[in-house]
């Protein structure tokens, strides 16, 4: 419906065969509990939609989508800019959105004129501050380390593949999200600020995290970790006038398997 390339999407999601199911286990290469099916990814779904369901990581989706919009016409992508505040002004009739925007690196500052403003600024929305609009729910459910490491994983899934490998033993809690199931993975661990930092997890104690959550030694490669705070909120206005909020700026919920 938004004219992407679709080849090119279906060349970056994962095969079904790897993502079509979810595991619910011991260990990743422990005793499987039980599994459930990612559904509507055959040719059957066809007779409905034009095509089939796909799993694919936001952050091999959005590359796709940097490139469609520097092609389209009217259209500019600019990164490290921060909106910093706007108000509308109304002349003959016509109501302008003006905003200030700061390029973080030459720290100038940009005016920018729309007929509307949408905020898709994230959960800690610069835009929902501005307009005063509160919060409902809980604002913490749960903390986790989310561990990004590169690994082939495809010998300890072989005989149950799937993009999603809920690991439920209380002495390593968590779960095992295939980005690529021979070269990139997640691992989210339960994490509690109140006695541990991100600082007490380095690459040693990351890798020692995951091997243990996956019953044997995966000789992974740490790229990173980072911590985030899972959420129940809605916003308890979508705005007025010319200014909107959009996505996370205007829902926080807990995202199982960060699928929505």
Not at 69 to 97: I, N
Not at 150 to 165: F, I, K, Q, S
Request: glycine share 10%; charged share 20%.
């Amino acid at each position: 419906q938004a004219g992407l390339n679709m080849e090119r999407i279906f060349a970056a999601g994962k095969d079904p065969a790897d993502a079509g199911h979810v595991n619910f286990v011991t260990r990743l290469t422990g005793e499987l509990i039980g599994r459930l099916p990612f559904e509507r990814q055959g040719d059957a779904c066809l007779d409905h939609t034009p095509t089939p369901l796909r799993n694919l990581s936001q952050h091999r989706f959005e590359p796709i989508l940097a490139d469609e919009l520097r092609a389209s016409p009217g259209a500019e992508l600019r990164y490290r800019h921060q909106w910093q505040e706007s108000h509308e002004v109304t002349v003959d009739g016509t109501t302008t959105v003006v905003s200030e925007v700061t390029d973080l690196t030459s720290d100038s500052t940009l005016t920018v004129r729309s007929r509307f403003l949408i905020g898709c600024d994230g959960a800690g929305s610069r835009v929902r501050k501005q307009l005063g609009i509160e919060m409902n729910g809980p604002p913490l459910i749960q903390c986790y380390l989310m561990i990004h490491f590169h690994a082939n994983l495809r010998a300890a899934t072989a005989e149950r593949p799937g993009v999603l490998h809920f690991v439920l033993d209380p002495a390593a809690p968590g779960a095992f999200i295939a980005h690529d199931v021979e070269s990139e993975w997640v691992f989210m661990h339960s994490f509690d600020p109140s006695s541990e930092s991100l600082d007490d997890y380095d690459t040693q104690r990351c890798r020692a995290v995951i091997d243990d959550a996956a019953g044997c030694e995966l000789n992974a490669e740490i790229v990173g970790a980072s911590t985030w705070w899972m959420s129940a909120q809605t916003a308890q206005s979508m705005g007025g006038g010319h200014t909107y909020l959009a996505g996370d700026a205007a829902h926080r919920f807990p995202p199982t398997g960060g699928l929505g």
